[in-house]
């Protein structure tokens, strides 16, 4: 069966009889010239190298093969069917962006052999993989998104679409900038917290910013995040003006 795909960077593919081809070239004719994919260095390597080629009307789904050349090593039909998988995923994850992703890979996971599941990504690599495809697609329809595509702290422009549902402070443009985010709900249980706490982590910061910094309440037996803070640094002077911040917002609290 002749299957047109795309690889996780949207370069296209082709399988073929249990053989996997990259697109190599346009030719004059409109035909598409397509080459087994062990021909790359990393086959060569491996001692896998092959040569094969294959010619293709297009890679619509109505076009056909005109011919393909024999391979030097046996198809794997249960690799190409998780690469198949893999593709469906994606696609699946960008035309239907409600969709759950852990609900689109179990759809797609049905009925594959044990063969196949060898072949395939873990369920975690799969469920980013649906991730990735409706942030591209949410990406699409509201540019606003891109925010975090912006160089520098100094360069980086909030859209007042992305305001909403957050009570959003903003000290500015500025080498130190500090951005934080809460709801007047979050406010309101952070009050009538029995106790709060916070702490910053480094790695799950966006590069423009050198840490993420939570407050969190503590009531009725469970911790509850409250304020996210995107901070500069760990200077004193920049937590200062962290704090002065929640200050303001907790005083209509009467706190």
């Known amino acids: 069966m002749l299957s047109f795909i795309s690889s996780q960077r949207s370069r296209p593919k082709l399988s073929y009889e249990g053989y996997y081809y990259n697109f190599h070239q346009h030719n004059s004719s409109g035909s598409m010239t397509w080459r087994c ?12 190298f092959c040569s094969a080629t294959a010619s293709t009307t297009g890679n619509s789904p109505d076009s056909r093969l005109e011919w393909a050349r024999e391979h030097s090593h046996p198809p794997d039909d249960s690799r190409i069917s998780a690469k198949l998988i893999c593709h469906e995923v994606k696609e699946r994850s960008a035309l239907e962006p409600a969709a759950q992703p852990q609900i689109i890979v179990a759809d797609s996971l049905r009925g594959a052999t044990d063969e196949i599941n060898l072949a395939l990504p873990n369920p975690k690599s799969l469920k980013r993989t649906a991730q990735r495809a409706k942030k591209a697609t949410a990406l699409q329809m509201n540019p606003d998104l891109a925010v975090a595509n ?18 959003l402070f903003d000290s500015g443009p500025g080498s130190d900038r500090i951005l934080m985010f809460t709801t007047d709900s979050n406010l309101a249980l952070f009050r009538e917290s029995e106790r709060v706490c916070g702490d910053g982590t480094f790695k799950a910061s966006p590069s423009l910013w050198y840490q993420l910094y939570t407050l969190h309440g503590a009531k009725n037996g469970f911790t509850v995040p409250c304020v996210y803070a995107l ?4 200077r004193k002077e920049t ?17």
Do not use: A, C, T
């Open 37 to 48: 994919e062990y021909i790359s260095s990393f086959y060569r390597k491996k001692g896998m």
């Open 239 to 255: 937590y200062i003006r962290l704090f002065s911040q929640l200050k303001v917002w907790l005083e209509p609290f009467g706190q």
């Open 231 to 234: 901070l500069p640094d760990k």
């Open 150 to 167: 912006d160089r520098s702290l100094i360069d980086l422009h909030i859209p007042e679409s992305l305001y909403n549902p957050f009570k």
